[in-house]
């Protein structure tokens, strides 16, 4: 490979890069955009509003909730509790939605400070029922606690005195209390601090189990107090906490987002049209460039189709020329051939006619003479003649051995006749083979035949050895085989010039192959003529005697039979052709060289 | 608003009805609610959770499993004062019942779980308890052919800390016991708990008990300081961490020794009592209770009514009285 070539390629397979890169980045730019098109996801959306909504709800039962349990119309807290796991849930599932649907470090902040007040919020509520169930127990419990006082000091046996002074001093404080519990008030407040104080101070003068009554009753009333304080300002906060707003403000932000997404969105798809838009045009113009070079490559493609098949017409010429000249060469061997016996039979033929000359003579008097014997009226001179006549005439039969002669030229002739169509047979046999293409065939009768046929050229002077080991039959299309043959011993014939000896072996290669060998004792290959020696038109003939295709048309033919062709070449020592082939054939070797329709050898 | 107003007005017109109509009616408006007969659960889940409940290999040395801690013959805990975990450790609480936990709102002694999902995961890994991690319980599970098997059909994958939580926690789920002569009672059959038992609940109710003890679970619900009315850990002594309760978890001085108010569901079968299980019996508890909640002494009779009541609290399993 050249540099040039090489470089072109290093240059072309960048190119290459280059527009795969291209390709792909073209590509990226599209699923950017189609993937930001399909950015907003309505469902999440819908089930984030909904989610508010619920949420918003519930927060307002739970308000409701609180206060019916503040004023005692709830009787235990499971409604108060039970909103916990549902907020929970929906706020967690707030937050994936969220996420789902694409942050914003607005709405981020916004949710975090929802479920901080949500926070805030549970806590809250958590003491609130601890607050409120405690102050309601000590409110509920003070009428008890008041009894408990009174009971205990006339259980004990006060006098009706310490009694009367006793109720006189816990009943105000009692029924203030009472209505502290009513209506919350500071001063009020402060007022009963000063009177617990001094009741538990005069509470030291009572025996022990009625300053332990009055100390429970102390106890409850300082945790009511206690409580309603911190119910109070629990209940202020709680009704201060922004819940439903945030709600409502992330309702709001929510649906913002969402806007700006579909507004995002639709600016998307309007981009992704132009840009799809684009790329049809990108496509138009490559498709248009695509059809032009498609258009340029048919016309030299039809130019090339053309110039194969000119080449291939000149080429089946000249196989059919080489095969002609194998033909006429064949022929004139042929000629050769059947023209000596031809010429003895004439000559035999023509000697017969003398003989036969004297015979007929010889009868044609004696038919005179037989005639004239008959005949009463015939002169005794004229018989004498003829007498004399047939006398000469079959002593010279006689003498000269005509007749035995002539038997003699018969079985000469008829010998010659013999040899004349024993070389038809041959010939005959060497064409029946052409007419299956593919056949079983013994290479040995190959060789023979091909032989036979080449017997003119190699005649007076070549001495053929043949050294055949045994050989299966095997498959080929036995014409070409011979074909092959015939070239390569016309070659060796040539090779060898005025005296030499050729050598014909058949050997089993191995398990699949058998190897002809066809080696001559000529002059040898020169080493500058060797690597062409199977080039098509080549040749070192004179021009006009060869057409230099045999040898590649022997290659080609062994090729195709899946067989090889090896030369082994050594100046003035010889060549040997060594020509392997397969026994079986992997498919129907059919057709090896297409253009045959076989010359048909065999006399009509 | 509205439904608020509905709901108060019906709760009215009950308690009406209930004025006119005597008793054949069920006590609507009693602050204890009966347990539902019936939950729906995943029945393949909640058969899963119950296999793994049952299963020793859950915990890290495989000694030990959850019904150890929560029989089902001891009211769903385990009758000792504090339990004892793997590798014998002694844990910093009482266990509590693993029955009728659906219908609590927070979970735990300190109610620091908010959930039962929640208080499985710390659970599985706490050291005192199965000392797992969830990477080696879902691996064993894992290479266990019977689990493998199970998460397959029941979940469609292998285990994972999710589902064998889901699984547990449906279980935990189907573990509730309705049907207690006290929720009889409160459905309207007059004749199901003793006159004696009735005085009991109004004792429970007149005392305050209720007020912190109400719902369906009979407590569960809120949050309490233990020693509303005086100082029990003082008198008790030894202050450990557990005794700061929800203080643990938010550090905020006024949750030291704030307790979610337990369920009263199967006390009787639960002694000892409190998160320190000081309490061996419920005589003691109560007396506890009135002190340090209540602010004032238990009069015998009084509490021995209380005491009756509670006992009418005993639901059935699986149609089966709880023992």
């Not at chain 1, 002059?523 to 003939?541: A, C, N, Y």
């Not at chain 2, 009758?79 to 029955?99: E, H, W, Y």
């Not at chain 2, 850990?233 to 978890?249: C, S, Y």
Request: proline letters at 3%.
């Amino acid at each position: 490979m050249s540099t040039d070539v090489k470089k072109r390629e290093i240059s072309s397979g960048m190119q290459r890069n280059i527009n795969i890169a291209i390709a792909v980045v073209l590509v990226a730019i599209l699923g950017f955009l189609f993937s930001k098109t399909r950015n907003v996801d309505f469902d999440a959306h819908n089930d984030v509003i909904s989610n508010l909504r619920q949420l918003k709800q519930i927060d307002a039962e739970w308000n409701i909730d609180v206060f019916k349990s503040k004023m005692g119309i709830n009787n235990n807290y499971d409604p108060v509790a039970q909103p916990l796991p549902v907020i929970r849930e929906l706020a967690t599932g707030l937050t994936q939605k969220t996420v789902e649907t694409g942050e914003s470090a607005e709405l981020d902040t916004m949710l975090k400070s929802f479920q901080e007040i949500m926070a805030k919020k549970i806590a809250m509520i958590e003491r609130f029922k601890s607050q409120n169930s405690i102050y309601r127990n000590s409110t509920n419990f003070l009428p008890t606690a008041y009894d408990d006082v009174i009971a205990t000091a006339k259980r004990i046996g006060l006098s009706a005195a310490r009694q009367a002074e006793l109720e006189a001093t816990v009943n105000p404080v009692f029924s203030e209390t009472l209505s502290y519990n009513l209506t919350p008030d500071a001063a009020l407040k402060d007022k009963l601090t000063q009177q617990l104080v001094t009741l538990r101070e005069r509470a030291e003068q009572y025996p022990l189990e009625v300053k332990e009554s009055i100390e429970v009753l102390i106890a409850h009333i300082g945790t009511t107090l206690k409580q309603q304080d911190i119910g109070a300002s629990l209940l202020n906060e709680l009704s201060a906490l922004p819940t439903a707003k945030k709600i409502d403000e992330l309702s709001d932000a929510y649906s913002k987002t969402h806007e700006t997404r579909l507004l995002d969105q639709q600016f998307y798809r309007q981009l992704l049209i132009a840009y799809s838009v684009f790329l049809l045009a990108l496509l138009g113009y490559l498709g248009w460039r695509l059809i032009r070079s498609y258009r340029q490559l048919g016309k030299v493609n039809g130019a090339l189709t053309q110039a194969n098949r000119e080449l291939k017409e000149s080429q089946m010429q000249l196989v059919q020329s080489e095969k002609m000249s194998a033909l006429g060469q064949m022929v004139a061997g042929i000629a050769h051939e059947i023209n000596t016996p031809l010429a003895y039979v004439k000559g035999t033929l023509d000697v017969m006619k003398e003989h036969l000359s004297k015979v007929h003579d010889l009868a044609n008097s004696s038919h005179l003479f037989a005639t004239s014997l008959r005949d009463k009226n015939a002169d005794k001179n004229e018989l004498n003649t003829q007498y004399l006549q047939v006398a000469t005439l079959s002593h010279d039969v006689v003498k000269n051995k005509r007749f035995e002669e002539l038997d003699s030229m018969l079985s000469d002739g008829t010998h010659g006749i013999g040899q004349i169509s024993e070389i038809v047979i041959n010939l005959r046999n060497f064409s029946r083979l052409d007419r299956a293409s593919v056949a079983n065939f013994d290479v040995r009768k190959g060789l023979d035949s091909t032989l036979l046929l080449a017997r003119n050229l190699l005649k007076h002077r070549v001495t053929v050895q043949t050294e055949y080991l045994d050989v299966p039959d095997i498959m080929c299309s036995p014409s070409q085989i011979n074909q092959v043959f015939l070239n390569i011993i016309t070659n060796a014939a040539h090779a060898m010039g005025e005296q030499g000896t050729l050598i014909l072996r058949t050997e089993r290669h191995d398990e699949k192959m058998i190897r002809i060998e066809i080696q001559d004792d000529g002059g040898g290959i020169p080493s500058s003529v060797l690597p062409k020696i199977f080039d098509p038109f080549f040749t070192t003939k004179p021009i006009g005697e060869g057409t230099g295709m045999g040898l590649s048309i022997s290659y080609k033919i062994i090729e195709a039979h899946g067989g090889k062709i090896l030369v082994d070449t050594e100046k003035d020592i010889g060549t040997t052709f060594s020509i392997l082939l397969p026994i079986q054939q992997k498919q129907a070797a059919a057709g090896i060289i297409e253009d045959d329709d076989p010359v048909d050898l065999q006399p009509a | 608003m509205l439904g608020g107003l509905l709901s108060v007005i019906a709760a009215l017109a009950a308690t009406i009805s209930m004025g006119m109509a005597g008793q054949v009616l069920a006590q609507v408006n009693e602050p204890i609610k009966p347990i539902p007969l019936e939950m729906k659960l995943d029945e393949r889940k909640v058969s899963l959770g119950e296999k793994l409940f049952f299963d020793k290999r859950v915990s890290e040395d495989g000694t030990i499993a959850c019904f150890a801690c929560h029989g089902y013959n001891t009211g769903g805990a385990d009758r000792t004062p504090l339990s004892k975990g793997i590798r014998g450790q002694q844990g910093d609480v009482n266990a509590p019942s693993i029955f009728n936990l659906a219908f609590n709102s927070r979970y735990s002694w300190d109610g620091r779980n908010e959930s039962l999902e929640d208080q499985i995961k710390k659970l599985m890994v706490n050291p005192k308890v199965m000392g797992t991690t969830w990477e080696k319980l879902t691996a064993r599970l894992n290479g266990q052919a019977d689990y493998a098997e199970l998460f397959k059909s029941v979940f469609g994958e292998p285990a994972t800390a999710k589902n064998i939580a889901e699984a547990i926690v449906a279980f935990e789920r189907s573990l509730f016991t309705p049907n207690a002569r006290f929720d009889k009672f409160l459905r309207g059959d007059k004749t199901a708990i003793t006159e004696d038992e009735q005085r009991g609940y109004q004792k429970f109710k007149a005392y305050g008990c209720i007020a912190c003890h109400q719902g369906v679970n009979v407590g569960g619900n809120m949050f309490q300081v233990f020693g509303v009315m005086g100082d029990y850990f003082k008198k008790r002594g030894n202050i450990t961490t557990a005794d700061l309760g929800r203080f643990n978890q938010t550090k905020n001085e006024a949750d030291k020794h704030v307790f979610r108010v337990p369920s009263l569901r199967n006390v009787a079968l639960t002694p000892p009592y409190f998160h320190d299980g000081s309490a061996a019996t419920l005589d003691d508890a109560v007396d506890i209770m009135f002190q340090y909640q209540l602010g004032r002494p238990a009069p015998k009779g009084d509490k021995e009514l209380i005491i009756k009541f509670l006992r009418t609290l005993t639901g059935e399993f699986k149609g089966k009285p709880l023992q």
